[in-house]
């Protein structure tokens, strides 16, 4: 059993940053694909960036360079570094954990809005 917990969500205008950090609870964590999605209203919830064990990355076309994910296996945590954001970024983003099945935090908003 794996919990998640993200925080760091709030309101921010056009061209500021956030910083989101996961906070994951339970075992061999270090073997996670560990991963941000976001939802945002009417539309499916998507992948925006993962790290694997061996800390690889990919990102979703939309936020490369604008965003970074990191991890920290001695302190069970998954950030996601979101600079230059912009309106279409608005959305509930979720802390996910992955190896044999799929883990997901409750979701925090980040609203992008002048």
């Known amino acids: 059993q794996v919990q998640l917990v993200e925080s760091g969500g709030g309101l921010v205008q056009p061209g500021g940053s956030l910083r989101l950090s996961c906070a994951a609870s339970?075992?061999?964590?270090?073997?996670?694909?560990m991963g941000w999605y976001r939802q945002a209203p009417g539309k499916q919830r998507e992948l925006v960036a993962a790290i694997n064990s061996g800390g690889s990355t990919n990102y979703v076309d939309s936020v490369k360079g604008r965003f970074t994910i990191s991890r920290d296996n001695a302190k069970n945590t998954v950030s996601l570094q979101m600079n230059s954001l912009k309106p279409e970024d608005t959305a509930v983003y979720y802390c996910?954990?992955?190896?044999?099945?799929?883990?997901w935090g409750q979701g925090t908003q980040v609203t992008v809005s002048s």
């Open positions: 339970g075992s061999f964590l270090s073997l996670y694909t």
């Open positions: 996910s954990a992955r190896w044999t099945i799929t883990y």
